[in-house]
Structures are given as structure tokens and as C-alpha cells.
T-cell receptor, first 111, second 117 residues
Framework: EDQVTQSPEALRLQEGESSSLNCSYTVSGLRGLFWYRQDPGKGPEFLFTLYSAGEEKEKERLKATLTKKESFLHITAPKPEDSATYLCAVQARAAGNKLTFGGGTRVLVKP | NAGVMQNPRHLVRRRGQEARLRCSPMKGHSHVYWYRQLPEEGLKFMVYLQKENIIDESGMPKERFSAEFPKEGPSILRIQQVVRGDSAAYFC???????????????FGQGTRLTVV
């Protein structure tokens, strides 16, 4: 069974204090790894899809990387508006188009 | 994100009533997915549909739950005889793609928050 574990569960940062979120996965043949941002009371907002080990993608202060066992979401010099829950999900080759999500990391950036 | 439209945003039902949740995918998208988010839990896959076809319903409870995506109109997630445990946020996502295409991006709606009293 595909499994996704995110750590830490919660992260408190000072504005400007860079950090990384971890997403460890077990999947029988990875087709893609997805990162989403979710604000309270809202739907997940798509950020990135990564397909192969060594791949990196960036968007503003966010950078996602992928290895064969985990993915990292680096937040560089975060601002209060980066406060959100960040979700990681995997898509397995044998699972069609469904995504298996981790529990998320709640990030709070204080000014 | 704003392109996937779900309604209603909030729905209150008494135990035993039926709940109908609607999802209109983004323009040009032919694949629809339903996910459920229970309080303090992650998103769980329920069902994947294309127009007039259920492709994967492996995450759907066997009883009381059904989904459809007709040729015309929105996708509907139907919950019959609701119980308190059905209280959750239900999210719809859509993606583009033709037959056999796989998802590279999936965009979510704002969700329907179902409360069963």
C-alpha cells in the first residue's frame, strides 16, 4: 500500500528564518510527487509536480526537490503570507490517477 | 484553484437525510476526482470519474455513497441516510486529459463542508 509521511507536523518560524519540510514516501513505482498548499477553510492549491529523482522546481520562496525515498520543500526567507498547511501526495504507476496524501505540515511564520 | 466550482460551500443535514454535493470542473477538464478530509486527518481519495464513466471507486464506502459525472452538467457526490461520521470537508479536483492520459496537475475546488446534526 502506498504511504506518505510528512514531518514535522507543525513548524513555527520567524520571518526570514529558512527551513525545510520533509515528505517520505513508499510507493510501488512512482509516477509523480505533488506538493500543495492549503489555507484554512480553502481547497488545496497546486504548487509543483516532480517526476524523477534529482529533479528540482522553484516558485518564489519555495523550492521542491526529489530523491528516491523522499521530497523536501525548502522555504527560503519566509514571510507571514507563507503560513499554511503544505501537503505532499504521490501518484503510483499502478494506481491510475489517484493521489495518496500525507497528513501535511502546518507552517506558521511570525513577523 | 478558483476554476473548479463546488456547491454548496456549506451543507447541514440531519441524520438520515440525503446530501448532494456538486462539482463543475475547470473548463476543458474531463477528469473529476472526489476526496474527503475528516477533521484533523489528511485528504483521502474516494472516486475518479470521466464523463459518464466511473474509472476508480476504490475509496468509496460500499454503502450509501455514489457518484456520477453525466454527459451534461456537474459531477454529483450523493450520500444517502447521512450519519454523524459523514461530517467532513469534501473536495473535488479536476484535470485535463484524453483517454488513458495521466494526471500531471490536479486542481481542487474550495470544498463542501458537510455537517450532520
Amino acid at each position: 500500500e502506498d504511504q506518505v509521511t510528512q514531518s514535522p507536523e507543525a513548524l513555527r518560524l520567524q520571518e526570514g528564518e529558512s527551513s525545510s519540510l520533509n515528505c517520505s514516501y513508499t510507493v510501488s513505482g512512482l509516477r509523480g510527487l505533488f506538493w500543495y498548499r492549503q489555507d484554512p477553510g480553502k481547497g488545496p492549491e497546486f504548487l509543483f509536480t516532480l517526476y524523477s529523482a534529482g529533479e528540482e522546481k522553484e516558485k518564489e520562496r519555495l523550492k521542491a526537490t526529489l530523491t528516491k525515498k523522499e521530497s523536501f520543500l525548502h522555504i527560503t526567507a519566509p514571510k507571514p503570507e507563507d503560513s499554511a498547511t503544505y501537503l505532499c501526495a504521490v501518484q503510483a504507476r499502478a494506481a491510475g490517477n489517484k493521489l495518496t496524501f500525507g497528513g501535511g505540515t502546518r507552517v506558521l511564520v511570525k513577523p | 484553484n478558483a476554476g473548479v466550482m463546488q456547491n454548496p460551500r456549506h451543507l447541514v443535514r440531519r441524520r438520515g437525510q440525503e446530501a448532494r454535493l456538486r462539482c463543475s470542473p475547470m473548463k476543458g477538464h474531463s477528469h473529476v476526482y472526489w476526496y474527503r478530509q475528516l477533521p484533523e486527518e489528511g485528504l483521502k481519495f474516494m472516486v475518479y470519474l470521466q464523463k459518464e464513466n466511473i474509472i476508480d471507486e476504490s475509496g468509496m464506502p460500499k454503502e450509501r455513497f455514489s457518484a456520477e459525472f453525466p454527459k451534461e452538467g456537474p459531477s454529483i457526490l450523493r450520500i444517502q441516510q447521512v450519519v454523524r461520521g459523514d461530517s467532513a470537508a469534501y473536495f473535488c479536483a479536476s484535470s485535463p486529459g484524453g483517454q488513458g492520459a495521466w494526471v500531471t496537475e490536479a486542481f481542487f475546488g474550495q470544498g463542501t463542508r458537510l455537517t450532520v446534526v
